[in-house]
């Protein structure tokens, strides 16, 4: 079994502050990944109902870069419960709010 390390802990110096996305168009799914760098980190959202995902280079003082991926998952719309990420072999795997038939591959 593998075990995720303990994420970094420090001082909230700001908070409920705005990162430059639209909030309603965000679906419930977000994950945060510690930056190769040991400073940043990046966050990965997703629009409701399309195959958009967005990263986010989180900086220092509240600096936030944002670069949105269309078309990934070939024209898979969904809205995305959860985000998952294994850090040995940098796969993050996505899982819907609601299962459909058409989303399920073996």
């Known amino acids: 079994m593998r075990f ?3 994420p970094p802990v420090g001082d909230v110096i700001l908070k409920n502050q705005p990162i430059g996305l639209p909030p309603a168009s965000r679906s419930e799914a977000m994950i945060i990944i510690p930056h190769a760098n040991g400073n940043d980190y990046w966050l990965i959202t997703h629009e409701n109902n399309t195959d ?6 989180v900086q ?5 870069n944002h670069t949105t991926f269309t ?6 719309n ?3 419960g959860n985000f998952a ?3 040995l072999n940098g796969h993050l795997a996505v899982v819907p709010q609601t299962a459909r038939p058409q989303h ?3």
């Open 4 to 6: 995720f390390p303990a």
């Open 52 to 57: 958009n995902y967005t990263v986010t280079h």
């Open 60 to 64: 220092p003082g509240g600096v936030f």
């Open 71 to 76: 078309g990934i998952t070939g024209g898979l």
């Open 78 to 80: 969904i809205s995305a």
């Open 85 to 87: 990420y294994d850090s």
């Open 104 to 106: 399920c591959y073996t």
